[in-house]
C-alpha cells in the first residue's frame, strides 16, 4: 500500500520531470564545465565557477513546483503523517539533485568540481524549500534565484571568512565557512517546509477558512 501511494506521490508532484530536468541540466553543466577548463585564455578548472553557481540552481528551480500537490486535502489524508512525506520528499530530491549534479564534476573534483556542486546543491535546496513556505510553491525559486544571481554578479572570487560565508555559491569547495553556511541554510529551510508545508495561496486559504 505505501508503494503504491508513494508511486501516486511521485507522479502527482511531477518527479519525473524533475528527474529528466535534472539529468538534462548535469549534462549542460559537464559540456560546459569541460569546454571551459579546456580553454587556454581560461583559469582551468577554476573557470568552471559560472557551473557551480547556475547548475545547482537551474536544478533546485525544477524542485519548487514539486514541493506543492493539487489537492492538500487529499495528500493529507494518507496513512502517513505528512510531515514524513514531505521530509522524504526533500531528503530524495536533494539525494537525486547531488548524485546526478556531482557526476558532472568528477574530472576535478576540488577545483569547482564536483565537491562544489554537492555544496551548492544542497543550499540551492534549502533556499527553496524555505521559498516554498514564506512564498508557497510557485514562486519557490525566487529567493534562490535573487541570491545565487546577485552573489555571482556581485561578489569577489577571493575573500575572508566572513564574506565566503555569505558567498558561499561562487567559494572553492575547500572554504570551510561557505559549507556551514549552505548546510545552515539546507537546514533551516527543510526544517520550515517539513513542519509548515508550503504557502497556499491566498485564495485557497480563503476557501478553507470558509469550509464548514
Known sequence: MTSRLLTLHLRSR???????????????????????ASRPYFDGP???VPVVALA????ALLLGPTL????????????????????GHLLLAALVTVMALSLAGLRESDTFGAHALVRNSLGCVGLVAGGAVLLGAR???LPAF????????????HTGVVVAAWAWPIQPSTTTASWLTAATILTVGAAGYVHGGFR???VRRSRSRGAP
Do not use: H, K, Q
Not at 545547482?56 to 536544478?59: E, I, M, R, S, V
Not at 506543492?68 to 521530509?87: F, H, K, Q, Y
Open 56 to 59: 545547482p540552481l537551474l536544478a
Open 14 to 36: 511531477g518527479a519525473s520531470m524533475f528527474v529528466a530536468g535534472v539529468g538534462i541540466i548535469t549534462l549542460l553543466a559537464w559540456a560546459a564545465g569541460t569546454w571551459l
Open 46 to 48: 577554476a573557470a568552471r
Open 200 to 202: 497556499a495561496p491566498a
Open 68 to 87: 506543492a500537490g493539487a489537492d492538500e486535502d487529499l495528500d493529507r489524508s494518507t496513512p502517513l503523517p505528512w510531515r514524513v512525506w514531505r521530509a
Open 139 to 141: 514562486l519557490a525559486w
Open 146 to 157: 535573487v541570491y545565487v544571481c546577485g552573489i555571482y554578479a556581485a561578489a569577489p572570487r
